[in-house]
């Protein structure tokens, strides 16, 4: 890849600027389809694939919840775990104004405003993720443990 053609994006300036090591990977964007269209594109097991889901609390306070590609959040065990009475995702027009990401192209780095990062836990025990890099179609792979680095995520066990 020639340098005028490395995408940017406020996820992969925020990578370079962590100096983290991570590898860029492209695949075809299907509306709707999700983690499983990019894993199939992209020939990785979904459960690699991390989902960034941008949520709110009873109050509309927002907060990102990082979780496997084949698995979904419990709200209501999320909700528990950081002491609300209530978490639901948010509309994407309220999600984009949150993060400055379209929906499909969401990533938990580089978002307009700074936001509570949540991972499930497991992620963290991964060796490699893959995980949005700020466009629809692209992904970053890179070491769960640069993800937690960066991130510094509060992990819990909300995956159902």
Do not use: W
Not at 10 to 38: C, D, M, W
Not at 51 to 67: G, R, V
Not at 71 to 98: F, N, Q
Request: charged share 25%; glycine share 8%; net charge positive.
């Amino acid at each position: 890849m020639t340098k005028d053609k490395i995408p940017s994006s406020p996820a992969i300036l925020a990578l370079k600027a962590q100096n983290a090591v991570f590898t860029l990977h492209h695949y075809k964007y299907e509306e709707k389809g999700g983690t499983r269209v990019s894993a199939r594109e992209l020939g990785v097991d979904e459960h690699c694939i991390i989902k960034t889901l941008i949520m709110e609390d009873e109050n509309a306070k927002p907060l990102i919840i990082l979780m496997h590609g084949d698995r979904e959040v419990s709200t209501k065990t999320l909700a528990r775990s950081i002491g609300v009475k209530s978490i639901m995702p948010c509309r994407p027009d309220i999600a984009e104004k949150h993060t400055g990401y379209k929906v499909g192209g969401t990533s938990p780095l580089g978002t307009k405003k700074t936001l509570p990062v949540y991972m499930e836990k497991t992620i963290g025990e991964m060796s490699s993720i893959f995980i949005n890099a700020g466009r629809r179609g692209l992904l970053a792979q890179i070491s769960a443990t640069e993800i937690v680095r960066i991130l510094h995520p509060i992990q819990v066990s909300v995956a159902i």
